[in-house]
């Protein structure tokens, strides 16, 4: 496909792409943003998870649960928000959802115990996902194939600087502030997207395109993309690469601090520069997508992950060679999201553009339910082993590319089978 016609909006979008430069801009800035709260939420008190174990009289495996809890709620709020975003258009539900994750974090800083903060760290990304799931739903409005993938891995310049600067802010925070002071933040956080998103971000899903169908419509949509052999194993594929990082995500902070003892501060330096490999790898795609093609860099990129997972695995089962192997195998695992994510969910959607944000939803739940399945089994060891930890990356990795070489595998036809 030759780069003018890559960036020609295909047929099967809903909405036009904006037409200036300063509209480009803007809304690359706050679909971005919005589709960072999931790291906003989770990286950004990782540096205190130590701590607020200690402040709640918590083990290390029931404050993992407040990182599962967010996970849970953003994967569920996906199941809500997307439908209602293909109903009512994408903007209204999308404030109510920035909304209510204000307020949410704002309580999470006022939690009085670990249970009180579990519940609350699951409506806070029951809330949290709205922003995600309808970015999506958004950028499959205006692209597909892919262009729709160059855009994902232009959304990256922005959403992965949250996991780069969010624990590194993280972890300045904790200098003058509590775990708490964190949570105001990002309800300050949150009540800056609500006002850009009201003031900047145009409704792309014009009327005579929603769908008025309720319950029994959105669960035939999700039964009948269940069925989709190409949306379920790109899905999957994304979900199990997505699985490592999470497992990354929940024993880092212990492993790199407890095991090999790292200060939080510099935990947050280490955690920073391998989220510059999302970023980087990201902007990788949008130079070569063109030339391989979304699938050729996806199978690729789970590839590359899966044998990082394994040669992390194996170094961790030796031992003894230090933190240096650990932190650069770690950071191969965490860069192949920037190919994995654009990629993956480009073709996921592809074929689906009348129901993106029903789509985007079930793309979003099988991520951030393996998140949050795999986030607590990191812990079973407590902070005394690195082997949960570097066996989830492998094992999710290794599933990562069966799901994207087997059973993605299908005849198809479209925008995305021609590029790819």
């Given amino acids: 496909?030759?780069?003018?016609?890559?960036?020609?909006?295909?047929?099967?979008?809903t909405a036009p792409a904006p037409s200036t430069r300063a509209e480009r801009a803007r809304l690359v800035l706050i679909l971005g943003s919005l589709s960072a709260f999931g790291p906003l939420s989770i990286d950004m008190y990782l540096p205190g998870l130590p701590r607020l174990a200690a402040t709640l009289d918590a083990p290390a495996w029931a404050a993992q649960l407040t990182l599962t809890a967010c996970l849970a709620g953003l994967a569920l709020g996906q199941m809500l928000a997307g439908p209602l975003s293909d109903r009512f258009g994408r903007r209204r539900p999308l404030l109510i959802g920035v909304a209510a994750y204000a307020a949410a974090s704002l309580l999470c800083a006022l939690a009085p115990s670990i249970l009180a903060l579990v519940a609350l760290r699951l409506v806070q990304g029951f809330a949290g996902a709205a922003g995600i799931v309808i970015a999506r739903a958004v950028v499959r409005d205006m692209h597909s194939g892919v262009a729709a993938a160059r855009y994902f891995s232009l959304l990256m310049l922005v959403n992965g600087l949250a996991p780069v600067l969010a624990p590194v802010a993280g972890g300045q925070l904790l200098e003058v502030t509590s775990w708490?002071?964190?949570?105001?933040?990002?309800?300050?956080?949150?009540?800056?997207?609500?006002?850009?998103?009201a003031a900047g971000l145009p409704e792309t899903l014009s009327a005579e395109r929603r769908h008025a169908g309720g319950v029994r419509e959105t669960l035939h949509t999700f039964a009948r993309l269940t069925r989709d052999r190409v949306f379920i194993g790109h899905?999957?594929?994304?979900?199990?690469?997505?699985?490592?990082?999470?497992?990354?995500?929940?024993?880092?902070?212990?492993?790199?601090?407890?095991?090999?003892?790292?200060?939080?501060?510099?935990?947050?330096?280490?955690?920073?520069?391998?989220?510059?490999?999302?970023?980087?790898?990201?902007?990788?795609n949008r130079a070569v997508v063109g030339r391989f093609g979304p699938r050729g860099i996806l199978c690729a990129a789970v590839a590359v992950?899966?044998?990082?997972?394994?040669?992390?695995?194996?170094?961790?089962?030796?031992g003894g060679l230090g933190v240096w192997p650990v932190v650069a195998l770690l950071f191969v695992v965490v860069?192949?999201?920037?190919?994995?994510?654009?990629?993956?969910?480009?073709?996921?959607?592809?074929?689906?553009?009348?129901?993106?944000?029903?789509?985007?939803?079930?793309?979003?739940?099988?991520?951030?339910?393996?998140?949050?399945?795999?986030?607590?089994?990191?812990?079973?060891?407590?902070?005394?082993?690195?082997?949960?930890?570097?066996?989830?990356?492998?094992?999710?990795?290794?599933?990562?590319?069966?799901?994207?070489?087997?059973?993605?595998?299908?005849?198809?036809?479209?925008?995305?089978?021609?590029?790819?």
């Fill in 305 to 318: 992950q899966a044998a990082a997972g394994l040669a992390l695995l194996a170094v961790v089962a030796v």
């Fill in 335 to 420: 860069a192949a999201i920037g190919l994995v994510v654009p990629n993956g969910t480009a073709l996921a959607l592809a074929d689906h553009p009348r129901v993106a944000g029903s789509a985007s939803a079930l793309l979003g739940v099988l991520q951030f339910s393996v998140g949050a399945a795999t986030a607590p089994l990191v812990g079973v060891a407590g902070s005394t082993s690195a082997l949960p930890m570097a066996g989830l990356i492998a094992v999710m990795g290794v599933g990562a590319v069966l799901a994207a070489t087997v059973v993605a595998r299908a005849p198809r036809s479209g925008p995305v089978a021609a590029a790819a």
């Fill in 1 to 13: 496909m030759s780069r003018i016609a890559a960036r020609q909006t295909p047929p099967d979008t």
């Fill in 235 to 284: 899905a999957l594929a994304g979900g199990l690469a997505f699985g490592a990082m999470f497992a990354y995500i929940a024993g880092s902070p212990f492993v790199l601090q407890d095991i090999y003892g790292a200060s939080p501060q510099l935990f947050s330096v280490m955690f920073a520069v391998n989220a510059l490999g999302i970023v980087a790898a990201g902007q990788l």
């Fill in 180 to 197: 708490r002071g964190v949570f105001v933040v990002l309800a300050v956080i949150g009540l800056a997207l609500l006002a850009a998103t």
